[in-house]
């Protein structure tokens, strides 16, 4: 079996990014190759391949398939798999891709017991949809065991966070309020930490596995967005009344947006980034949740109420490094040595998923082997100040008005990259 993979280069300077990208390489029974979509597709031919994958990091929602690249998948006739995340943004542009294009497979990270709430079965009667996590536990970092023991750690709460736009809703805030209370609890109690949450100080790649190996313990929330965008009239909303008034809170802004309303909580899930802290021995302080229902209070985490209410016990379990190294042993002998939430098994789940689908469509994999211009492994982009930059300018661009200058986007990205 011959799979392909259409994916963002310029996406992968994250970790979490390009291990998901990568084990497939790794672990997939299938000859597996990889396209970074250009400009150009006249060359490209879909038809050597038994399933083409689109990957997350090639965003629907954001316009980054493009016309050409749309008109092709159209045309091919094998398996075509979709893995999709951030589905809060732009539904319904997610769903007409899904009809359009007969994706026949879809890796949803919508929790199982709403799949139906979010892709109605009677609409997508030809679709199969599997629920899966945003990320796994990679063979490099579950091998480090380059930790050290907790009482050893110079820094008790390290964290490095993001204050999302408020149309992602009270999800979207948790990552800024928990980083803004723990620094100042932190700095009130002189608890030695390194919490920050604007973009300049984010850290990437080794660094940040350095940065997380210094630390007692990390923050963390539940990942993603209960407010679903179909149509992105809710940003659209938020944008103007932040047009209006720059200095507008979230409280307020929430109060003429969604009104008195609790959000119902669908997409609260775990993040891939707490797999990787369990996996350097670093402790978890989080507010509380169902985190999938993997990680359990106390026994993997410290949990903090939302309200703070607990926040002494919080810090008396915290400077306790015999608690803490007991607490960080169980997550790592539970999450990390039991291989249930590695990506080795993840690819096998999904090997298993492909094959099946592919059963029933025309074998190609006897076709000649597929062009240059495919790739065995995935390329990565690493992150420069120069990129960074450039990144954050991108982020201003509001999303309808993307399309036009990604061409111009790319060609920048391509000679950033042979600068590096």
């Not at 799949?115 to 079965?121: F, G, N, R």
């Not at 109420?305 to 016990?313: A, L, M, S, T, V």
């Not at 169980?330 to 094959?355: G, L, P, Q």
């Not at 990129?387 to 111009?408: K, M, Q």
């Amino acid at each position: 079996m011959r799979i392909l993979i259409l994916y963002d280069k310029y996406s992968t300077f994250t970790n979490t990014v390009f291990d998901h990208l990568d084990s497939f390489s790794e672990y997939s029974s299938a000859e597996v190759f990889y396209y970074q979509p250009g400009d150009d597709l006249s060359t490209v031919s879909l038809e050597y391949f038994d399933a083409v994958v689109i990957h997350y990091s090639l965003r629907i929602p954001l316009g980054q398939l493009t016309a050409e690249l749309y008109h092709k998948l159209n045309l091919y006739a094998g398996l075509k798999v979709l893995f999709v995340q951030d589905e809060y943004d732009y539904t319904d542009t997610v769903r007409k891709a899904i009809h359009d294009l007969e994706i026949g497979l879809v890796f949803t990270c919508v929790p199982e017991k709403y799949i139906d709430t979010v892709y109605p079965s009677k609409e997508f009667t030809s679709t199969c949809f599997v629920n899966n996590l945003t990320g796994y536990i990679p063979a490099s970092l579950a091998n480090e065991k380059r930790y050290s023991a907790i009482r050893d750690r110079p820094i008790f709460v390290g964290y490095r966070g993001r204050s999302l736009p408020f149309w992602y809703g009270d999800l979207g805030q948790e990552k800024f309020l928990i980083a803004q209370f723990m620094k100042g609890e932190c700095r009130r109690r002189a608890i030695a930490s390194d919490i920050e949450w604007e973009d300049k100080n984010r850290i990437y790649g080794g660094k940040w596995v350095d940065f997380l190996s210094s630390c007692k313990a990390t923050l963390g929330t539940e990942s993603g967005s209960n407010v679903f965008d179909d149509s992105g009239k809710i940003r659209e909303k938020v944008n103007e009344i932040l047009r209006r008034n720059s200095k507008a809170n979230y409280a307020y802004v929430r109060k003429l947006v969604f009104g008195g309303e609790n959000e119902v909580l669908i997409m609260n899930q775990i993040s891939p980034r707490f797999f990787e802290s369990i996996a350097l021995k670093t402790g978890l302080i989080l507010y509380e949740g169902e985190y999938s229902g993997i990680l359990e209070p106390y026994k993997h985490f410290i949990p903090l109420r939302k309200d703070h209410e607990n926040i002494d016990e919080v810090f008396q379990l915290l400077i306790d490094d015999t608690y803490m190294q007991a607490m960080v042993d169980r997550a790592y002998e539970d999450i990390i040595e039991s291989d249930k939430y590695s990506y080795s098994s993840f690819i096998k789940m999904v090997d298993s998923y492909i094959s099946n689908a592919v059963g029933s469509c025309v074998q190609k994999s006897s076709i000649l082997p597929p062009p240059p211009c495919f790739t065995v492994r995935p390329q990565r982009v690493r992150i420069t100040r120069l990129r960074s930059g450039l990144t954050r300018v991108w982020s201003y661009i509001p999303y309808p008005l993307r399309n036009s200058f990604r061409p111009l986007a790319r060609r920048v990205a391509e000679l950033v990259s042979r600068s590096d």
